[in-house]
Every structure is written in C-alpha cells, then in structure tokens.
C-alpha cells in the first residue's frame, strides 16, 4: 500500500508529466508553506503553492513532514522514521516534489523557493488564505452553498442581547441632511484621516447619534425563502446604509468611549434596529487596553481620543452561508464600513480615521463575546474637529 498518494485537484496539474526522480545524494527540503491538518478521517498535507494534495495514508508519511522541513536525503529520512524503509523514504520525497511541495538544496543551503523575491514576502497565512478564498488553487466548495441550512437555523440579523442600561440615539432629519450636506464630490475631496482633535470640544452623543445612524442603522428587514435538498427555509436579511454580501450584515458596532459629551466612558453595543446604544461595561482595564491600542496605532497619547468604534463579525451569521470564502468577504465589508464611516465623518465635519488592527482577545473579553462567535474585525477612530487654523494631518 503506498505510504501517502497523489490527488491533483487542478486542470492545471499536468498529469502526463512524469514524477521527478529522486536523487539519492540530494537534499531536498519541504516548502514553508506547506502544511499538514487532519480534514474528517483524512490528514493531508497541503500547500498554497500546488495544483494536488497528498493525503497521507501510512503514519510513517506524517512523521516524513517534519524531517523534510529540515531538509534530508531519502536516506537520512529513511533514517529518522522509525519502521521507514529507503524506498518508502524515496516515494515521500517523490510525491512532495511531483506535488510542488519540495525542492532540492543547494550547496549553499537554499532551495528556488527561498531565494525568490516575490515569494519571500508572502507570510504563510496570507497565501494560505488568499489561495483558499480565491477560486484558482483549490477544489472546495466555494460561495453561498448555504453550508449548515439543513443543520440549524441561521443566526438572526441582529444580535439578540439585552442590557441593563440603554441610551436612545438621536435621529436626523434625513431631509434636513439632504438639504444642507456638502455633495458627495466636495466630501470625497475634502476626506482625509484626521487623529487629533478638539479637547475642549469633544464629539457629541448627538453626533454619534447621527453618526451611526447614516452609517448603520437598519432600514428595512425582508425575508428571503430558501431551497435546498428539499429543505425550504426563510432567512432574514436587511437594508443598512452601506451594502452587505447576501445583504446579511453580520456586523455589530461597537463604541469604545474616551471622551465624548453626554457619554460614559466605556463600551458600547449599537443597536442598529432601535437606534440606541446598550451599555456593555464602564472603564475596565480591558476598555483602557482598547483606548490605548488606538492611541498607539496613530502615535497619539490614550487621554487625547475621543471615540472608537469597533466593528465585529457574527461569523456564524455569514459563515452559516458562505464557503470558503466567508472570513475573506467579512473583511470587504469592515472595508466598505471604514469608507463610509470616512465619508459620513467628513460631511458631518467630525475628524476619522481608520486603524489598521486591534486586539480581538481583549475585545471579547471586555464584550464578553465567545470569541469564535462574535469579536473584532476592524476599529475606527472619530472625533471633533480642531478650529480649521490649529488643525493637521499627516498630509
Ligand atoms: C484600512 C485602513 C487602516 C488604517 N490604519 C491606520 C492606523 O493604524 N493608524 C493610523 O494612524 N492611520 C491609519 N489609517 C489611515 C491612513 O494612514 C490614511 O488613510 C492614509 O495615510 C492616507 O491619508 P488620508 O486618509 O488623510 O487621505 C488607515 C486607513 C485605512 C483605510
């Protein structure tokens, strides 16, 4: 029985070629990238790289990834695995070269791999994930498969919580803001990422009001009917301001606050159906860590922000119907959010800027969120204005 076989899952594997033979004298070496994870009763070894996996079928072949990750010749590796003969050795390195997962060693001890610019700036992560998100280099199932629809029910569009203390948001006159709002051309010339602000002055709780209303109220909620494997099913999805693949809109909002007239500091839930804030915890050391990570971010001081609003994801509200490339979209939309809250920031003469991480372990813990169901994505940084003559940017 072979210790481990071929599965090419590419039209782009050329299955004419003949495998690569093995060199007895040469060091081959396994690429960076490949990995090996257990997929039900399978463990396979895989890699971003290739057109074919391997699926491993002796254990001999599992204990082979990590002598090859040190680079071996067949024999050294026959070697170092117990029970594994040199043919057995040879047909492992055979199959990871024949799969792309291998290379030979140099005298200098480099391999084609190591020594290829473009390639050296991929993290393993990211090309793990942008080749198993992108149609191309994978044969999973991909897009609105509605994955679990005949297992549970999916997740509601807007998060079922209730808190102790809530604060009604004002809401505004959207004719009144149609009427007066600079046009979309002069906000889009005029946006720029603004990280101080007035002190004496600060944002207003009727400006977050209005804030997250033009950002991310809900507007409407309809129902979709379903069709699967004789399932039928009628799933919930909404309307915001900003657009949402499926229009699902896993997002929550979240207001982390420092200093804002009207408000406690603290955290905040955003409830987008109702329009109000519920009040998730006060000054915690945890909400202090997130005042802090965004102050660090923009190489301010924690005392100087105002407002953060942290954007997470319902995973399971979005995952439950997409494959494969659920986390990926969840990301184009903390993308899509980020420009409008700029955009509405900039009309509204509030300062914004985006921040390119947090600290998911800390938010879930100030939340109080399972962190495999809901943390965050994204965080954004609001503010007032200085008066225009004390006011810079990184421009
Ligand atoms: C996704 C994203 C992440 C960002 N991350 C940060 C950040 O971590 N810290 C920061 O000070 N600015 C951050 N910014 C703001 C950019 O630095 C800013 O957009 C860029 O310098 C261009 O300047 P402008 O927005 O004023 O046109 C981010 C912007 C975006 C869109």
Redo the contacts with the bound molecule.
């Keep these: 029985m072979a210790l481990l076989t071929l599965e090419p899952f590419s039209d782009y594997f050329d299955t004419d070629a003949e495998a690569p033979a093995v060199d007895p004298a040469q060091t081959y070496k396994l690429s960076r990238f490949a990995y090996l994870h257990q997929d039900g009763d399978d463990t396979l070894i895989e890699c971003p790289k290739s057109y074919a996996r391997l699926v491993v079928q002796a254990p001999q072949a599992a204990a082979a990834f990590g002598v090859v990750g040190k680079g071996c010749t067949a024999e050294e590796l026959a070697e170092a695995v117990d029970g594994l003969t040199l043919e057995g050795a040879t047909e492992i390195l055979g199959a990871l070269l024949h799969a792309g997962m291998a290379e030979a060693v140099d005298a200098d001890g480099n391999t084609p791999e190591s020594q290829d610019q473009v390639l050296r700036s991929w993290e393993f992560h990211d090309l793990l994930f942008h080749a198993r998100t992108r149609d191309g280099r994978h044969n999973y199932p991909a897009g609105g498969t509605y994955r679990f629809m005949t297992e549970f029910e999916s997740p509601p569009p807007v998060k079922a919580v209730a808190f102790e203390e809530t604060i009604p948001l004002f809401r505004p006159d959207l004719d009144e803001i149609i009427a007066h709002d600079p046009t979309l051309t002069e906000v889009q010339e005029a946006?720029?990422?603004v990280?101080h602000y007035d002190r004496e002055k600060p944002i207003t709780l009727d400006q977050l009001g209005e804030f997250l209303y033009r950002v991310a109220r809900i507007v409407d909620f309809w129902q979709l009917p379903l069709r699967r494997q004789g399932v039928t099913k009628r799933m919930t999805v909404a309307q915001r301001p900003y657009p949402s693949g499926g229009a699902l809109y896993e997002q929550e909002f979240y207001v982390v606050v420092n200093q804002c007239d009207g408000l406690e500091s603290g955290l905040y839930h955003y409830d987008p159906e109702r329009h109000q804030l519920g009040r998730c915890c006060g000054r915690t050391e945890e909400v202090e860590t997130l005042i802090a990570r965004m102050a660090w971010?923009?190489?301010t001081t924690p005392e100087t922000r105002q407002v953060g609003i942290i954007l997470t994801a319902r995973f399971q509200r979005f995952a439950w119907k997409y494959a494969s490339i659920a986390y990926a979209l969840m990301l184009k939309h903390a993308?899509v959010v980020?420009q409008t809250m700029y955009l509405v920031a900039t009309a509204m003469n509030l300062a914004p800027?985006?921040?390119?991480?947090g600290n998911s372990e800390v938010f879930a813990r100030a939340a109080g969120t399972n962190y495999y169901e809901e943390t965050s994505i994204g965080e954004f940084m609001l503010g007032s204005k200085l008066p225009p003559e004390q006011m810079y940017?990184?421009?």
């Design positions: 946006r720029q990422s990280r971010a923009s190489n993308g980020y800027s985006g921040i390119g991480n940017s990184l421009r």
